[in-house]
């Protein structure tokens, strides 16, 4: 139940009209010189998505001038340093919690984020971790079904974007190959 519930999930995404079906994202690092390296960690974009670790109030002011309007976070709470939901807001951006593990992801945990993910319909959207490494991950789900990619080229792309741990891939991996071929279609 649980499976079709993400799975439905994945179909149900729409965030990216534009994105043809055999075209893969194409996420470039951001230039240290535009946005400094100490106020935001692997910071990275695909034009719609600013994709990240943690970001200082510095890097979340700059990606704010850059019209980010939504900060999806990945961390799970206890991670989350106090005050910091606050500091976006004051910022002026929306903050959305929607936790992953770093180490492991399941079914219903996806469809959460995936959930989370579609209500931002503000472009730019920043996603972020502690690292980089859930945000990847989640990218990579994401665009399984937007850009009706492979497996591996999900997996590739969700690497790109970040995800490093090996246990997250497995699970990465579990949740995209369960996904039925009249879905990836």
């Known amino acids: 139940m649980i499976r079709h519930a993400f799975l439905f999930g994945l179909v149900g995404l729409g965030l990216l009209a534009g994105c043809a079906k055999d ?29 990240s670790g943690v970001l200082t109030e510095d890097g979340l002011a700059e990606l704010r001038g850059r019209g980010v309007e939504t900060v999806l976070d990945l961390r799970e709470s206890r991670q989350i340093p106090e005050g910091y939901p606050e500091t976006v807001r ?17 079914a219903t ?12 319909r503000d472009w730019p ?19 399984a079904k ?9 997996l590739d792309l969700a ?4 995800m490093r741990d090996k246990d997250l891939q497995a699970d990465v991996e579990t949740l995209l190959r369960d996904t039925p071929e009249e879905q990836q279609d």
């Open 109 to 120: 945990e996806a469809e959460a984020a995936l959930a989370e993910l579609d209500r931002a």
């Open 146 to 154: 937007q850009a009706k990619l492979t497996v591996e080229e999900a």
């Open 125 to 143: 959207v920043l996603v972020q971790c502690g690292s980089g490494n859930r945000v990847g991950a989640l990218y990579g789900l994401y665009h």
């Open 159 to 162: 690497r790109k974007a970040g």
């Open 23 to 51: 075209r893969i994202p194409r996420v470039e690092a951001v230039p240290a010189e535009e946005i400094a390296a100490e106020d935001a960690r692997n910071l990275k974009t695909d034009g719609h998505f600013f994709l």
């Open 90 to 106: 004051r910022l002026g951006l929306a903050y959305v919690s929607a936790p992953l593990r770093s180490n492991g992801m399941n």
